[in-house]
């Protein structure tokens, strides 16, 4: 089971951090993602962490994906954010240590929450 928060509504510029706790102890061989949905589009591959680091072109240099084994807690920093951010953003969990980008891939999911950027 994974819980997502930390969403809410900022100007553009500003930061939010993300955090998705995870229920059972196989967290650490999990590949975690994080995914973004915006009224009227598809859902869209935001950031991935394995042992190392998969961000989407998008967010690179503004996005952070980290986690913390011992807390089962993934996160995603979001720095300078811009209008087009504005999504509900969903955490996910794959049972594979490999990165990927395509939701299908991921087996588990959190349920949303929402970032609003204003400009």
């Known amino acids: 089971q994974l819980q997502a928060s930390g969403g809410g509504l900022v100007q553009a510029g500003d930061s939010l951090r993300l955090s998705c706790a995870a229920s059972?102890?196989?967290?650490?061989?999990?590949?975690m993602g994080w995914f973004r949905q915006a009224p009227g589009k598809e859902r869209e591959f935001v950031a991935a962490?394995?042992?190392?680091?998969l961000y989407t072109d998008s967010v690179k240099g503004r996005f952070t994906i980290s986690r913390d084994n011992a807390k089962n807690t993934v996160y995603l920093q979001m720095n300078s954010l811009k209008p087009e951010d504005t999504a509900v953003y969903y955490c996910?969990?794959?049972?594979?240590?490999?990165?990927?980008?395509?939701?299908?891939?991921?087996?588990?999911w959190g349920q949303g929450t929402q970032v609003t950027v204003s400009s």
């Open positions: 059972g102890r196989l967290f650490s061989s999990l590949t």
């Open positions: 996910a969990a794959r049972r594979v240590m490999s990165h990927s980008i395509m939701s299908a891939d991921y087996d588990y």
């Open positions: 962490i394995t042992w190392t680091t």
